[in-house]
């Protein structure tokens, strides 16, 4: 099976988050040779891509960037091998093709983007938030061909760092890394309490123990954790802070990073119809997701106020997998459903 131009292009050029510019200089390149009538990169290393000149923006939002650890890339009868192909290359190759097939629409404009450092903090996203006005929006990432995600958690990062005077160990004291060790199973717990009554993970609070350190002088010691968070519509990232605060005894704890609110998009609106439309004209059983990671939809969803959702080929199990590919059928199928869906808008 013949492995489409673009899909191909990106995956040949590793790029994980910081290290976009040759997948970004490949595919600017590319949508100038696909018809767009603007191809760029912006102030960040965004690639962008506009299509048309038409008053009704419609932006398909993906991301270039991948985590970490190069695969080869190979072809195996129908899947296609490589860091991205799933997460999220194959998405935002699905959205340069449909467009590109589609071309000039009346009335319409159509801008892609490969927004870099989606894996880390957004910086992508949050430089084209302010840029655009789109009256819909797709986000590019795996859900399978026929499945519509409509929301991610939130997430938050915090450091605990506990210091103290160096005691002896054959003392009662604890030592610094057993009170931090106590704040954790405090903080576990407290997410136990609140779950009690959140029976869906997408309603969860859910913390992870990423990374803890400890080290002394002889005199003082200090220890620390890393934590993550991932927040329910029903918990902002201050309200997490919030709680920290009262969770924690005579620990310190600073917020870390890029946090993220929860979103949710709207189900009963014109991009999400066209959807379901689009996916049964392919023979497909549509249906909804709802997803427990984070995506650049938290960070523009609320900005845009359009409807929205996130959209694209591959299986999400896969992502960040050093198994990581890709069905060129099932990418076949989803460039045909972005197709039918953008000329029906």
Known sequence: MTVPKTLLGLLKRYSPSGEEAGAVNFLVEHMGSLGYSQAYVDEVGNAIGIMGNGNRQVVLLGHIDTVPGEIPVRQEDDLLYGRGSVDAKGPLAAFVDAVAEIGEFAGFQFVVIGA????NDSIGARQIVDQFQPAAAIIGEPSAWDRVTLGYKGSAWARITRQQFTAHSAGESRSAAEAVVEDWIRIQKWAEEYNRDHE?????VSPTLSSMASNGDGFEETAS?????RLPLSMTP?????????????SQFEELGYAIPAHLGDKNNPLVRSFLRAIRQQDGQPRFVRKTGTADMNIVGPVWGCPILAYGPGDSSLDHTPNEHISVEEYNKAVRVLGAVLKSL
């Open 225 to 229: 954790l890393d934590i993550s968070f």
């Open 238 to 250: 201050q309200m997490l802070y919030k709680e920290l605060g009262k969770l924690l005894e005579a």
């Open 116 to 119: 870099v450092g989606e894996e």
């Open 200 to 204: 869906r993970v997408f309603e969860q």
